[in-house]
């Protein structure tokens, strides 16, 4: 089986459903049954604080990325806002 990774940031503005849209996007990703229908795994990863997180990851890995697990995610859909942080600029 393939395996690929899928990373999730959060860019510019805050709004109030980002949490709801990584959940889901997280949960369809790691979804089993999709999993053996697409033929490929995912690990998903967050990157804290949007396009910072991004310029640092190099540096700084641990500090700014995060696994994302169904467990991880799984009541970020009741919370505005954005878990992961976010920023328009490094």
Known sequence: MKKSRIRVLTGGGDCA????A???VVK???DQRLEK???VSYEMLGIRDG???LAFTSEKQN???EPLTEET???WDR???TNLGTSSTG
């Not at 459903?17 to 709801?20: R, S, T």
């Open 37 to 39: 229908e697409r033929g």
């Open 73 to 75: 995610v799984r009541t």
């Open 51 to 53: 396009w910072k997180g």
């Open 22 to 24: 990584i959940k889901w």
């Open 79 to 81: 919370y505005g806002g």
């Open 28 to 30: 369809t990703a790691l």
């Open 63 to 65: 500090e700014y990325i």
């Open 17 to 20: 459903g980002l949490n709801a």
